[in-house]
Nanobody, 121 residues
Framework: QVQLVESGGGLVQPGGSLRLSCASS????????MNWYRQAPGKERELVAG???????NYADSVKGRFTISRDNAKNTVYLQMNSLKPEDTGVYYC???????????????WGQGTQVTVSS
């Protein structure tokens, strides 16, 4: 059974940086998408960044030029490098993977428990 665990969140001052990691307890034979979502208190969850199995990336307009998503297949890990952080980046960040854990298995959607990011002076 695959589980996703996020880490790297914390408290940082505006302009600072954090690197989030999402590690999988198991290996995927096919990954369609790996995404980072975030949700601020009282706000709707939003897609922050995504990367496809072909390494194509996309970002929310609010984080373009500041955030970078990447992955390490050997480590079953996806990362989110966050630079020039702003107070509005505050929220719980969730890792999401859509993929297959075995051939002939259906593609499934997996979610981590989330990690808190707080940007404040």
């Amino acid at each position: 059974q695959v589980q996703l665990v996020e880490s790297g969140g914390g408290l940082v001052q505006p302009g600072g940086s954090l690197r989030l990691s999402c590690a999988s307890s198991g290996s995927f034979v096919v990954i369609s998408f790996m995404n980072w979502y975030r949700q601020a208190p009282g706000k709707e969850r939003e897609l922050v960044a995504g990367i496809t199995g072909g390494s194509r990336t996309n970002y929310a307009d609010s984080v373009k030029g500041r955030f970078t998503i990447s992955r390490d297949n050997a480590k079953n890990t996806v990362y989110l490098q966050m630079n020039s952080l702003k107070p509005e980046d505050t929220g719980v960040y969730y890792c999401n993977v859509m993929g297959q854990t075995g051939w002939t298995q259906p593609t499934r959607n997996y979610w981590g428990q989330g990690t808190q990011v707080t940007v404040s002076s």
